[in-house]
């Protein structure tokens, strides 16, 4: 089977969507108030990002993040945590949509090469982080959470949510490209993406 195919393309899009749900499930760290370090979640979709190119790569990671939204409202609650519609609607962007579908900027960079493929994935993964960043520092800023943290923390939405979501996306930036680099690395994957064989 061919990987200019659609169908191919849609198969492996769907396989790897799913994948990604399932491993999101798998946390290794979770964190009180949203976030969590994963069993390697987004490589999935930087996979196909890398391997498919950006069209397909955004495609579906946007079908990841609407995933991920759902699992977010019914299994972490999110509609019941007391946001305003305003704060809602950001969380759903910021912390959702705009996240997840980012990762499909993974392949950005993979006719760079193998390094170009490490960059993006990175890269990728870094604007994750910033979603979650801005989120943090302009919709939760007065949020009840930061008291939780103590009294220093107070005051500090930016410095509250660098470590905050740092501490979560530092260890999956570090593990999604040191896998992607391990994966794209192995003679079964370049021969896949020198040839578009199975």
């Given amino acids: 089977m061919h990987q200019n195919s659609n169908t191919y393309k849609l198969t492996l899009c769907a396989i790897m969507v799913a994948l990604g749900a399932v491993l ?5 760290v ?3 108030f949203g976030g969590s370090v994963t069993l ?7 996979m196909v990002s890398v391997m498919l190119g950006l069209k397909w790569g ?3 990671s946007f079908v990841e993040s609407v995933i991920q939204l759902v699992f977010g409202i019914t299994m972490d609650g999110v509609l019941g945590w007391g946001l305003t519609p305003a704060m809602l609607i950001g969380t759903i962007l910021l912390d959702y949509i705009l996240a997840y579908t980012v990762i499909g900027l ?5 006719n760079k090469g193998y390094m170009g493929i490490c960059v993006g994935t990175g890269l990728a993964v870094f604007l994750r982080f910033v979603c979650h960043l801005l989120s943090g520092a302009i919709i939760f800023a007065n949020f009840e959470q930061f008291v939780a943290f103590g009294a220093e923390w ?4 930016w410095l509250y949510s660098l470590c905050y979501n740092g501490a979560y ?6 593990t999604t490209v040191i896998a992607a680099t391990v994966l794209f690395r192995l003679p079964q994957i370049r021969r896949i993406m020198a040839n578009g064989t199975v």
């Fill in 24 to 28: 999101s499930l798998v946390k290794v």
């Fill in 30 to 32: 979770k964190m009180p």
């Fill in 40 to 46: 390697l979640s987004m490589l999935p979709c930087v």
């Fill in 58 to 60: 955004l495609a579906a």
């Fill in 106 to 110: 993974a392949g950005a960079l993979r």
């Fill in 154 to 157: 107070v005051g500090r939405p």
């Fill in 169 to 174: 996306m530092l260890p999956e930036l570090i």
